[in-house]
């Protein structure tokens, strides 16, 4: 029987905690990074390359997080390091137009017909909020829905959770979000018509705009079926409300045209981020010519950001995005993790553990279930993240690094070698023994 491996030097980064902790609220500057959920205390990262990183007590992991997601290429490409490095010296910010925005925009746009203009921004999240008001601006409505499960930044509008009930308005999950910004915003569950039909019903004539995640990728990886985000787009049209996609993860991570190719679906408006900035922080939202008219300095509804469209970013993004553009890019690689994924479930099927792993495209999530399809928020045991916790353990302990998070999705890269792969076939192995003993 495989059993529990020692435990990793963290002294340095648990001494680096300590100070982080006078400095930031909780020692970190995103929550996600707490580690709260799993053992010990976060590891802080001084270098990587390729699929792998080095903490600060000099242990080595074969790296699935990618940053959460952004990296598809790996760390430290040469090619998007020696494009920052050339727009380095020649400036870091101007507030003023470059000629970098106009490649990376014809380089999306070329390559997407889901769009047609498009506005950069310097976040996700950023991207989500100013898509929000895009949505109000063009519509004239002021409520918005969203499903539980589904993470689109912290915006105050999308800072929210479900009440009880079929339909409800919006209970704030943060404290300093207005309650009457709560309200605006209809939070029901995901895969249930009857809910959004009497939504509609509800409040006829008030909803600006649906917003889903592409794939919802944010708590565990709930992959809708093809009839209900077509459901989704008949509904919206059918009472004049918008569909906007959250692409921030799925875009370019499953093909330049994201979920919206996989669903065979044209949303009203989509938003990027992670991936478009090649490791540099961008965000991006985009429309028909008709809807992205109503931004400002065109319309009415404004938005603004002295760092958008920042040439450092742009530079990395384009050195990006030529890669991933090359013919088979994405086929590749889903290949790649279809088979990753195909030996890890022909070990569960073996050892006859309960445990599914889910996965589309890249992305692939491990979720302690009898349950085999989980398509809704409220289908995940919280008490399976007590085994998540004991596996992300193991595998650091092994050199690999998981997201510290049981709810959390993982990523391969290009960069991935067969050599990675394997080591961490080994590695997951032990740890499901270990989990499961």
Same mark, same amino acid.
């Given at each position: ?44 990262? =001084? ?12 242990? =080595? ?109 919006? =209970? ?266």
């Amino acid at each position: 029987m495989t059993t529990s491996t020692s435990d990793i030097s963290r002294k340095k980064s648990a001494e680096l905690f300590e100070k982080a902790k006078a400095y930031f609220p909780g020692g970190v500057n995103s929550p996600v990074r707490a580690f709260k959920s799993v053992y010990g205390t976060p590891l802080f990262i =001084e270098r990587g390359d390729q699929a792998h990183l080095w903490d600060a007590d000099g242990n =080595e992991f074969i790296d699935y997080c990618c940053s959460w997601g952004p990296l598809i290429l790996g760390h430290n490409n040469a090619k998007i390091r020696e494009a920052v490095q050339e727009q380095l010296s020649k400036g870091l910010s101007f507030g003023a137009p470059t000629e970098l925005e106009n490649h990376l925009a014809e380089l999306i746009l070329n390559n997407n017909k889901k769009i047609e203009k498009i506005r950069f921004v310097s976040s996700g999240t950023e991207a989500v909020m100013s898509a929000i008001r895009l949505a109000r601006g063009y519509t004239k409505r002021d409520k918005i829905v969203k499903f539980e499960g589904c993470y689109h930044g912290h915006s105050d509008s999308l800072l929210v959770k479900a009440g009880s009930g079929l339909v409800t308005f919006g =209970e704030t999950s943060s404290a300093g979000v207005p309650k009457a910004f709560a309200d605006e915003t209809i939070v029901i569950a995901l895969n249930d018509k009857e809910a959004l039909e009497k939504v509609f019903a509800d409040f006829k004539d008030q909803i600006a705009a649906v917003i889903i995640e592409g794939v919802p990728a944010n708590n565990g990886l709930l992959i809708q079926d093809k009839d209900y985000i077509h459901f989704l787009r008949d509904i919206t049209k059918e009472n004049g409300s918008l569909l906007i996609f959250d692409e921030v993860i799925t875009g370019f991570r499953l093909g330049f045209e994201g979920a919206s190719k996989y669903y065979d679906i044209q949303p009203d408006i989509l938003t990027y981020g992670k991936i478009i900035g090649g490791g540099m922080p961008v965000g991006a939202y985009g429309a028909s010519k008709e809807i992205m008219g109503c931004i400002s300095p065109d319309g009415a509804v404004y938005q603004a950001g002295t760092l958008s469209g920042n040439p450092v970013a742009m530079a990395a993004g384009i050195a990006a995005l030529s890669i991933l553009a090359a013919p088979g890019f994405y086929e590749q690689l889903e290949a790649t993790t279809q088979k990753f994924v195909e030996e890890i479930r022909a070990y569960i099927q073996e050892k006859n553990y309960v445990v599914n792993i889910t996965t589309i495209g890249s992305i692939f999530w491990f979720a302690f279930s009898e349950n085999d399809k989980i398509q809704r928020a409220d289908e995940i045991d919280p008490a399976s993240m007590e085994k998540y916790k004991v596996m992300h353990r193991e595998l650091l302990n092994r050199g690999i690094y998981f997201g510290p998070s049981g709810y959390e999705v993982g990523f391969i890269s290009a960069a991935h070698t067969e050599d990675d792969l394997n080591q961490t076939l080994v590695a997951i192995k032990a740890a499901l023994d270990v989990v499961f003993q």
